[in-house]
């Protein structure tokens, strides 16, 4: 798997000015001689173009619904996994949905995420969010880019979280069942509870509001988190607890919640609800930032943040914006 490095903001704005340059209709010779020049000057130009080059063929794939061919061996794979009807038609109707938007991953990344779609039970694009009842009585939000498989025994309650992240509130089971969220990194079992998990690459966030939530990672570490208490696990680890964040849950009212966190801890959050992307000047990124941002418009997000903070919004590409200090 080609992993291509992402090199500094300035030269990333650079490589992005020079993509919008010849991607215009009255590129000049000249201008072309002058993108070679700047192209061979240096070995993080070349890889600077070749990340921009490679998420702008990522955007033209992703708005063409029609186009597959680089994901077909990998929906092969998922059409022979014995897939139930339903689970058939829930991937076909997820390619349409998916083919339309898009995410700032690896070119293997955005294939995992077709077949996420096709092969999961529950699923949600970018910038969506949905809320399930559950057979029990229960209630289960997804947030962006997220996918669920539900399985319910005679012995047992699980959801398994595929991606993203998802928030829970148990209700009693008239069957006494226990209740399980599996991850990649281990088994979250519910007592009595509402609480929110999320994936993030390695490691599983655990946020418990009430009741308590008991941990075992693959590797079989155990330890109950109360309300009021959120932790990290990995398959081998399980982080001290630290008092929970309780405006983590906001996203299910649509909302960003910034309580004195950085500007690039917030505009991380924000891409992961559109299918642009944006880029932080360094000299800006641990600016502070307080107040509450809609997940659903990330340009309003833009604009209150640019009134707020000594920062400028640079429109590079229509899916490139980079923060610049305003001065």
């Not at 059409?79 to 293997?108: D, E, H, I, N, Y």
Request: net charge positive; charged share 15%.
């Amino acid at each position: 798997m080609e992993v291509i490095k992402i090199p500094s903001h300035k030269t990333l704005q650079q490589a992005a000015e020079w993509f919008a340059t010849l991607s215009d209709e009255s590129v000049t010779d000249q201008q072309k001689s002058a993108w070679a020049r700047w192209l061979n000057q240096h070995s993080q130009h070349r890889q600077a173009w070749l990340y921009v080059e490679n998420v702008g063929q990522r955007f033209h794939r992703a708005t063409q619904i029609g186009d597959l061919h680089d994901v077909s061996h990998t929906l092969t794979a998922a059409r022979t996994a014995q897939l139930t009807r339903r689970k058939t038609l829930q991937g076909l109707g997820a390619l349409c949905v998916m083919g339309l938007s898009w995410r700032f991953t690896p070119l293997p990344k955005f294939t995992q995420n077709y077949t996420m779609a096709w092969r999961a039970d529950h699923h949600t694009a970018t910038g969506e969010t949905r809320e399930l009842a559950l057979q029990d009585g229960g209630q289960l939000w997804l947030n962006t880019a997220s996918a669920i498989n539900i399985n319910y025994q005679a012995s047992k309650r699980q959801i398994v979280l595929l991606a993203g992240e998802i928030l829970i509130q148990t209700a009693a089971d008239s069957q006494s069942r226990p209740f399980f969220v599996n991850t990649s990194q281990g088994t979250l079992q519910a007592l009595g509870t509402r609480f929110t998990v999320r994936e993030q690459g390695e490691t599983t966030l655990l946020v418990v509001y009430e009741g308590a939530v008991k941990i075992q990672t693959t590797s079989g570490k155990t330890q109950i988190i109360n309300a009021g208490q959120q932790t990290y696990l990995s398959q081998h680890h399980i982080q001290p607890y630290v008092t929970a964040e309780a405006a983590r849950e906001a996203w299910t009212r649509g909302l960003i919640v910034a309580n004195n966190i950085s500007l690039k801890s917030l505009i991380a959050e924000v891409n992961r609800y559109q299918n642009g992307h944006i880029t932080i000047n360094p000299a800006i990124e641990n600016l502070r930032v307080m107040g509450t941002y809609p997940t659903n418009q990330p340009d309003h997000v833009l604009a209150m943040l640019e009134s707020a903070l000594p920062i400028k919004v640079q429109r590079i590409l229509p899916w490139w914006v980079a923060l610049q200090p305003s001065e």
